[in-house]
Nanobody
Framework: QVQLVESGGGLVQAGGSLRLSCAAS????????MGWYRQAPGKRRELVAA???????NYADSVKGRFTISRDNAKNTVYLQMNSLKPEDTAVYYC??????????????WGQGTQVTVSS
């Protein structure tokens, strides 16, 4: 059973930065793609960023140039560096394991989520 544990969320002012971390419990991490999703109240969960096992990345248009996803296979950890945060980035952020086939497809493995709140 794969377990994903997110950390790093919190309250920050607009324009600030946060770095989220997601630690995976098993070494399948190294052969799979990883993604960060977010869900704001009353909205659907959306893909924010994804990274393939080889390092290729993609981002939602709303975060391009502000967020950076990275991974450390030796630590089974994926990161999301979030800069120039905006109030509309406020959401619960979830880590996910998935498949990369030109685009990211999530498996049904999710972390518990970490709250990010950006004040104006």
């Amino acid at each position: 059973q794969v377990q994903l544990v997110e950390s790093g969320g919190g309250l920050v002012q607009a324009g600030g930065s946060l770095r989220l971390s997601c630690a995976a419990s098993e070494t399948i991490f190294s052969i799979n793609a990883m993604g960060w999703y977010r869900q704001a109240p009353g909205k659907r969960r959306e893909l924010v960023a994804a990274i393939a096992s080889g390092g290729r990345t993609n981002y939602a248009d709303s975060v391009k140039g502000r967020f950076t996803i990275s991974r450390d296979n030796a630590k089974n950890t994926v990161y999301l560096q979030m800069n120039s945060l905006k109030p509309e980035d406020t959401a619960v952020y979830y880590c996910n394991i998935g498949l990369w086939t030109g685009s990211y497809s999530p498996y049904n493995y999710w972390g518990q989520g970490t709250q990010v709140t950006v004040s104006s």
